[in-house]
C-alpha cells in the first residue's frame, strides 16, 4: 500500500471503531427528565411541606366539645376563600382527658369528598402532609376532623385542636405516572369511622390589646 492510500484508510478505520463502540455502549443511566410544566409543580424533596415558605397561610385554632356518653365529635375550619384553594399543611387535635384512640380527617378534593386517616402519637390526633401525603381542599369549601375516645364516655370533656395550611391560586397537576417518585395522594373512605355531630367553630376569645 502506498503512502497516499494508507492515509486515508486510517481515518476511515478510526471513524468505524467509533461507530462501533458508540452503538455497543449501554444507554445513559439516572432519571428521566420531566417536563418542565410538570416539574415545577413537584414538591421539593429536600424541603418538607411544613417548612415550606407559605406567601398566603391559613390557620383556624379553637376548641370542640365531646359530650357524655359520646365517643366521636369534631369540628369544622372556615370556608376556604371562594378564589383559592387550600393546601393541607397540618391537623393537630387533642382532648383534655383520656380516651383519645383515633381521628378522621375530611376535605373536599374537586368535587369530591372523602375522609382520611389521622395517626395517633403522643396524645393527639395528628395529619400531617409531609407524613401522610398531599392532600388539597376546594375552595368554598371546609375541613373537617373527628375525634373518637375508647374510655372516659360517662363525662363529658373538651378538647383544642389546630389546623394549618396553605392558600393557592390553582391546584397542583397530579402525577400518576409510575415511574415518576413522587408523594401519592393517600387514601380515603366514604364515610367516618362512626357517625358523629360537629359543632360549631370556636375561637379563643381575644383579649383587649392583645
Not at 39 to 56: K, M
Not at 117 to 137: E, F, V
Not at 176 to 187: A, E, G, N, S, Y
Request: aromatic share 6%; hydrophobic share 35%.
Amino acid at each position: 500500500m502506498t503512502r497516499s492510500r494508507l492515509r486515508h484508510a486510517v481515518p476511515a478505520f478510526a471513524l468505524g471503531v467509533l461507530c462501533l463502540t458508540a452503538a455497543a455502549a449501554p444507554p445513559p443511566t439516572g432519571s428521566r427528565e420531566l417536563d418542565p410544566d410538570i416539574a415545577d409543580r413537584l414538591p421539593r424533596p429536600e424541603v418538607p411541606t411544613l417548612r415550606r415558605v407559605c406567601a398566603q397561610p391559613f390557620e383556624n385554632r379553637g376548641t370542640f366539645d365531646m359530650g357524655a356518653n359520646v365517643t366521636g365529635a369534631g369540628a369544622s375550619s372556615d370556608f376556604v376563600p371562594e378564589n383559592r384553594y387550600l393546601e393541607i399543611r397540618q391537623v393537630r387535635a387533642t382532648l383534655r382527658g383520656p380516651g383519645l384512640s383515633a381521628g378522621d380527617l375530611s376535605a373536599s378534593v374537586s368535587g369530591e369528598s372523602g375522609w382520611y386517616d389521622m395517626r395517633l402519637s403522643n396524645n393527639a390526633i395528628i395529619w400531617t402532609a409531609t407524613a401522610d401525603g398531599p392532600l388539597y381542599a376546594d375552595r368554598g369549601s371546609r375541613i373537617k376532623f373527628v375525634a373518637y375516645r375508647n374510655s372516659g364516655s360517662d363525662r363529658a370533656v373538651t378538647g383544642d385542636y389546630v389546623i394549618r395550611g396553605c392558600l393557592l391560586d390553582r391546584l397542583p397537576q397530579r402525577i400518576t405516572r409510575p415511574d415518576i417518585d413522587v408523594p401519592r395522594l393517600p387514601k380515603k373512605r366514604l364515610t367516618p369511622r362512626e357517625p358523629v355531630e360537629m359543632t360549631p367553630l370556636r375561637r379563643p376569645a381575644v383579649r383587649p390589646g392583645g
